[in-house]
């Protein structure tokens, strides 16, 4: 439920969106969020790409046949889900819903597409675009990857392109540079961001109650 000042009532969580083009270090950023707090959750994806080398099912993503990812979206399953350069990716809604009720924060690492589709539904996120330091840059840590095609590369990069102009609709822009100032920045957000009058108006509403007699 959200409250009438728009934002998501304190004792709920808040739900946190990252983006950024493909290589930008989006993973490398939330594993080094992941190891310096506990208090945020991480919402693993569906995904029909095939499983990259050390990545493991449940962990990384849930990896699902096309048919299998078909039925979760008719089965209303996914929060929001893309087709990003030839395989399909999506958030299973449940796992994000329940966290949030709990109190929890949770974030997404998603693409854009799919960030603008939660954007609708929840317009209290916060919506942070992890930039690279330049675009050659962003290649370099494409190809440095090695897990991926020439003809993949080429793909990524383009959409890549395409993804940074979709800037203009997230809250906060942060480059990566060096992985911890990255995740010390987002952590700075998040503080500022449970502070947000509005979410403290309804921490404090049984003795603002009083102010306003
Ligand atoms: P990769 O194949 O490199 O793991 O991911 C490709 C892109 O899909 C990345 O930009 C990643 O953030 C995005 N992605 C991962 N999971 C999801 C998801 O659940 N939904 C959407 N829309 N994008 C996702």
């Known amino acids: 439920m959200t409250s009438n000042v728009g934002y998501t009532p304190a004792d709920k969580g808040i739900l946190i969106v990252l983006s950024g083009p493909s290589?930008?270090?989006?993973?490398?950023v939330c594993?080094?969020?992941r190891s310096c707090t506990s208090d945020i959750v991480y919402s693993v994806s569906a995904t029909t790409r095939a499983p990259r080398q050390g990545e493991t099912d449940?962990?990384?993503y849930f990896f699902k046949t096309r048919e299998q990812f078909r039925q979760m979206i008719e089965q209303d399953q996914m929060l929001e889900w893309a087709e990003y350069v030839g395989n399909y990716?999506?958030?299973?809604?449940?796992?994000?819903?329940?966290?949030?009720?709990t109190g929890k924060d949770i974030i997404l690492e998603i693409e854009v597409q799919?960030?603008?589709?939660?954007?609708?539904?929840?317009?209290?996120?916060?919506?942070?675009?992890?930039?690279?330091?330049?675009?050659?840059?962003?290649?370099?840590?494409?190809?440095?990857?090695?897990?991926?095609?020439?003809?993949?590369?080429?793909?990524?990069?383009?959409?890549?392109?395409?993804e940074i102009a979709?800037?203009?609709h997230y809250d906060y822009?942060?480059?990566?540079d060096q992985v911890d100032l990255a995740c010390s920045r987002i952590r700075s957000i998040l503080t500022a961001e449970h502070y947000r009058k509005d979410r403290m108006v309804s921490k404090i509403q049984h003795w603002m109650a009083e102010v306003k007699k």
């Open 89 to 101: 990716y999506g958030t299973p809604r449940k796992f994000v819903e329940d966290t949030l009720n």
């Open 31 to 33: 594993k080094a969020l």
């Open 114 to 162: 799919g960030a603008l589709k939660v954007k609708q539904k929840f317009p209290e996120g916060v919506f942070i675009f992890l930039l690279p330091p330049s675009l050659p840059e962003l290649e370099s840590r494409i190809v440095g990857r090695g897990t991926e095609s020439e003809e993949t590369i080429r793909n990524r990069m383009s959409v890549a392109v395409d």
């Open 166 to 168: 979709m800037m203009e």
């Open 58 to 60: 449940g962990v990384n």
């Open 23 to 28: 290589g930008v270090g989006k993973g490398t």
């Open 173 to 176: 822009a942060i480059v990566n």
